[in-house]
């Protein structure tokens, strides 16, 4: 595919801290749920229920954990992790607590401009910071939204996040095989930020897409989303629907109806 990367964020990026985030948003985790029935469903990730969930955010945060401790330098051949799970799910928060501290110490083993095999587009030990930092985030608010609640997202991890999924997305095709279907003759998508001036421009071509480095004017995208970053980060993952009073579109909508039916993992 081809993949242009985004780096008009650079200095909102900077902002984040990936590692002491992953830290603070594990904590609004483990809050959200310590006391909630760990069989309650989560909606937004149909046929999980919160201790599925707590589950494997936690596995990933240990997986990611070994990856870095072992400063992998091609794939994995085995997602085989010690998870050191509770026998009751009773246990599950305290246990994803934990989990952070797991990767707090891989944190600090390991220098974060170390040179790695990644999925994505970034090869530093970095790149396993950040996605485990959104990994974490997404499913806390996926445990915020099941019991009911409306999740907060600090701005600058939001537009981080953004950033992050559209920079990745063009590689995740080999665990998100939808991703392949986007594709077309040279059509752009704009997503805006409505509370700051950030904005993300996607290309697709007729062998991919890519983010595209131009700040387009106003209006001259096939296609325009609208909407805050804490807003804009929950749509690009699926979490909300672009047709919401959250969000201002224009342009082609089968564009983007397209888009939101191949993107989301």
């Not at 590692?19 to 469903?41: L, S």
């Not at 046929?47 to 794939?75: C, M, N, Y």
Request: negative net charge; hydrophobic residues 45%.
């Amino acid at each position: 595919m081809n993949t242009h990367q985004h780096t008009g964020h650079g200095p909102v990026a900077a902002k984040v801290d990936h590692r002491t985030a992953v830290a603070a948003e594990t904590a609004r985790f483990v809050a959200a749920v310590q006391d909630a029935d760990p069989v309650a469903p989560v909606p937004s990730c149909p046929g999980w229920t919160l201790a599925d969930l707590i589950k494997h955010t936690g596995s990933v945060q240990r997986w990611f954990s070994v990856l870095l401790t072992a400063r992998i330098q091609e794939p994995p051949r085995t997602r085989e992790v010690d998870l050191r799970l509770p026998e009751h799910e009773d246990g599950y928060a305290d246990w994803l607590a934990e989990s952070a501290t797991v990767a707090e110490d891989a944190f600090a083993a390991t220098d974060p401009d170390l040179p790695m095999w990644a999925w994505g587009a970034d090869q530093h030990a970095r790149f396993w910071a950040r996605r485990m930092l959104f990994e974490t985030l997404l499913h806390r608010a996926d445990a915020e939204l099941a019991l009911g609640r409306r999740p907060v997202v600090d701005r600058p991890l939001a537009v981080d996040g953004i950033d992050e999924f559209l920079v990745n997305l063009p590689f995740a095709g080999f665990f998100a095989p939808k991703v392949t279907n986007l594709r077309a003759p040279d059509k752009t998508i704009l997503f805006r930020t409505a509370d700051g001036d950030d904005a993300w421009l996607v290309r697709l071509r007729p062998d991919g897409f890519g983010l595209d480095t131009a700040h387009p004017a106003p209006g001259t995208a096939d296609a325009t989303v609208q909407g805050s970053a804490a807003d804009l980060l929950l749509l690009v993952y699926g979490r909300l629907t672009c047709d919401g009073g959250a969000f201002a579109r224009e342009g082609d909508e089968q564009l983007l109806a397209d888009w939101f039916a191949n993107s989301a993992f």
